[in-house]
């Protein structure tokens, strides 16, 4: 009896896979799958052999295999520009990944077969390093690389060390490159050839140690492990052509270019070779149509179909090819790239990996051939295009490491599109509206987002920590809570290190969670109007930035809108546009304030005074028209969360501007009108409502805040150092550590009070985060409030640390830092200190609005309590004991964000 066709069919696919050498596919994977482009074909294998389902008894061989066959996957997802695929597909292999890496670390050095173990664990970090690159975290980037080159190089792995050195070299430059190109971009990328160069050098002498010959081209019959090594020389070598033009030097770019060619076209890599034409072609003389026309072309078969290739190549030689047409047939061509760019970006999971770079790019030359077009051949869309890209852009990038490219590309847009509204505003109410909508629809975005979208829950601790002493070292200032720079700088790499791994675990919850696209709100302004109609003494101040340069300009204006800070006011329902101010005095106004903490641990009354002159004068007269001023709510933007608002003072006077009228910040119109954050001015108070302290205290952060608040023992929970005063009296009290901070979390505290130190840590391109210290066993960072801390009955949270308000700003407009984390653990009001506050000065603050929250119950079981006017009662009161500013100012140490 013959056995059904069918049978014979699953026995002969069965055999097949049986017979697959998994570890053999996955060590030839970069130079015999990913070289041609046919990565597509090794993953097909590695899935029909259940490579990725976990089998406990395969061992520690059977994880190395399934971590190599994420890593063909992540290659994949990597060139196809899938940013969202390339990261689940990390989080889904970290476990294997770090179990491996301690066993590696464990066991020493691989002998014989095990070298496949540190060659995926290597070969893994360096596509984790890709993705980061991609999306633009060179930190993140530059440490999976630097992991990757250190298990190459550790455990004997020589033929993948020349692609990873070059990668390494690459992150690091960029990271180190970021804050330098904001100065001098050109200085930037001068010092980036000698490091490629001397990596090029490195990788010579390893290939005559391992005997590999870099002068004769390649062939298929070469051994593997020289071919993989080659692949990685002919990358150093692209990557010194890339220094070189990017210097000017084109000769010798193009030397280099051709021999990384040559190479790659022994190995049949099309990626590569791809990528040296369009060097070429960038660095040719004359010229360069055929080599666009070659980079098109290339992988298309003798039937005219696409074979495999580099898409994105392909894209840029057609971009390329029309642009320098220079007709309305080129524009045609750019538009139909440009449509195709929309296409392929629809749905949220393509929108994910849409090449926004190549998307402005490609817009801009639309822009630039539209201009030279005869007047009655431009087309009337250019504007609209660059709106319709930001706009797209804004709902394609739900994951928050993609908020970078947004900032960089889409939000100069919007400022663009702001400026032109200014320009064109005839100051009626509704011209006013409308831009005051744009204004809102271009900012804040992503906290909507997340307020819009479920609450993450309370996770557990993080994996790792950075335990530290609770007096930071060099905290030199007499009773402040830490001071600027208080870290040397091995404890500040590891905190970046810290800060990086906490980052990425942010990002991945959200991968899982995806957030939904908060709809903007149309009606926002008239929001507002009605807002200050309702609440008779109230006024609200909306800062906002415009113009600035947009390269090419959108609709080819000879004079746009300079970089500019404008102000609306609305006050009795009338919205009022203050006259602009240039933004690098604002820039400037921020960093002498950064200086004066520097020196000085608080902002100085010269500074207090600049403060009043250039943000608040120009709004003044505005915001006391009519009727008594009761409630002034600034909302600031950019360099003006890092700005203590609140300590302005009037040239001439001794009263800053919170002791002058109860104040408050929030962190966008939205979130005050239409998130309902206005209501948290005034709560309900009840008599069983809880008060949570996390203590990180020592001599200079006493934690005298919860010792004379007035509350009944009994309804006070403590993780930390208890006060003197109140020792064996709090029966709710725990170790100031995770457990313990997890503890006070359960409670759902109404009121939640941090006391003890903070930090701050500069990070790529000048911007930095915020750190506080949970006790002596780890530090908190904005990420963890965000995913660790839910305070979803929240009437009033205050972080009692030095500089914890700051590192709120973002380029992309986005509120950062703590303020954007309790926001969205649910917290209400939020105090918090933009300076190295004193002691003293917290103690006072924070107990007196303890104190009069409590006594709002009056003896009855509810109460209402009213927290901007009571803070501003308190700072009228504490201002009265000084007769010079500076001892004024030190004791206004939180700004209040409703």
Known sequence: MTDDPSRQQDRAVTDFVDSLDVEDLILRYDVDFDAPMRQATAIGLLRLAGVHTPDPSSGLRGIARRLGAYWCEMVLADVAYEPLTALRLIEASRPDAERLLADLAAGGGPTGSEAFTAYVVARWYDGVGRVRYRLGSYTAARIAFGTAVGVAADHGVWWARPDLISNHVRARFEEQGQASRRDDGRRAERDFVGPMERARDDIAALAAARGVDLESAPTASSPARHREFLRGWSNALHNVATALRQEGRTEESLQQSRASGAVSEGLGDIYRKAQSLLNEALCEPGDPTHLFEELRDLG?????RPGPGWPRGRRIARQQLAARRGDAQGLAGLAELLDDLERDAAGPERRSGLDVDFYAYTLGLYSR?????????????VVDRWVHMARSVREAIALPVYKRTYSRLMRPVFLRAIGRRVTECDHRQRSLEGLLSLVEESSGRELLDMLASSSPPALGPPSSALPGPVRPAGADGPGRRSTLGSMDDAEAEEAK????????QYEQYFLGHPLSSATHDEDIAHQLVQYTLNHPGSCVVRYFRYGGPLDPRMDGEEAPEPDSLGVMVCKEGILTLGRPLPYPEVA?????VLADIQARFVPQPDTCRSIWELLVAPVWAHATRGEALTHLTLIPTDDLF????????????????????????SVSVAAFVSRGRHLLKKQLMEDDDDLAALMSTDEAATGGEIAASGWPVDRVHVAGRVPAVLADRIAGTHRADWE???ELVSVEPEFFVYAGHGTYVERDGGSGDPLLYLGSADRLTQYDLALRVALPRNKLTVLGACLAGQGMRSEGGDVLGFMRSLII?????????????????MVSTVSALLRESRAALDGSATGVFDVVQTLHDHYRR?????????????EMPLALYL
């Open 300 to 304: 298309i078969g003798p039937d005219g």
């Open 369 to 381: 051939t539209a201009a030279g077009l005869p007047a009655d051949g431009r087309p009337g869309d």
């Open 497 to 504: 290190r810290l800060l990086q791994e906490r980052e990425e």
């Open 588 to 592: 400037a106004l921020a960093a002498r």
């Open 642 to 665: 890092a700005i203590p608002l609140h300590v302005a003072t009037e040239p001439g006077g001794l009263d800053p501007l919170a002791a002058r009228v109860p104040l408050s910040h």
């Open 740 to 742: 313990g901070l997890a």
């Open 825 to 841: 653990s649910g917290a209400g009001a939020i105090g918090v200190p933009l300076w190295s506050v004193s002691d003293g000065a």
């Open 878 to 890: 504490a201002v009265g004991t000084y007769t010079q500013l500076a001892g004024r100012i030190d």
